[in-house]
């Protein structure tokens, strides 16, 4: 991680959340979580039942997968310094660890970043790198991983692959997808991922839960989804 060349990048990020009570022409309320960044113009929105949760578990898989940082590393703090994030769950017992672990995720859980991506790592980020950043998307890396053999990822379903372009120099995808888990349930991960123009910075939402759940409350999820605004900086 030392040697991407941080320097002067690292920086915090601040957040807002707020939870507002929207009446609607009288007729009627409806609650919800905004949770905003306003430095980095990017906000979405869960149902206010939900919960915040610790990032960390996330955190620390992105940090790993995208920088190949371990989560006790020294250089570990560096990625948070590029990094805002939040996690809302809707489960009774609310934590991060529902984003990642290969145990069931009967309650819908949503994770958002704003990464400012080091100068030397910008080349890559495509398309098709944002569809891939979580779990294996595109056929040539879900191939490389079937050929590894250990990633506990069976039965793929594309559910949605929609390419976006929310504002002048943003592009980016919403991919929805199935997966059956090393667990033997499977889940459905609704992703959608933003860069800007020149790669510096990627926006990322993303939402899990089991099949069955997703199926159940499509419409709420949708909604989360869909209220994921990246504005031109």
Known sequence: MTSVGFGGRMRMIATVAVTAVLTLGGCGEVPYTYVSNSEDKTFFKVPSGWSEADVKPVD???AWSLFNVEPDSATRGQVDQIMWSAVYDSDEDPTGHHMVTSYPTSAP???????????????????????NIFLPVTESVRAAYDQAGDSGLTGFELLKDEVLTPADGIRGVRVVYNYRLSSGVVHTLDLTAHANNDSSVIYLLLIRCTA??????ADELNEIATSFTVRSQ
């Open 212 to 217: 069955a759940c997703y199926q159940e409350r």
């Open 109 to 131: 859980v949503a994770y958002s970043f704003v990464l400012h991506m080091p100068e030397p790592l910008r080349g890559p980020v495509s398309l098709d790198y944002l569809r």
């Open 60 to 62: 620390d898989y992105f």
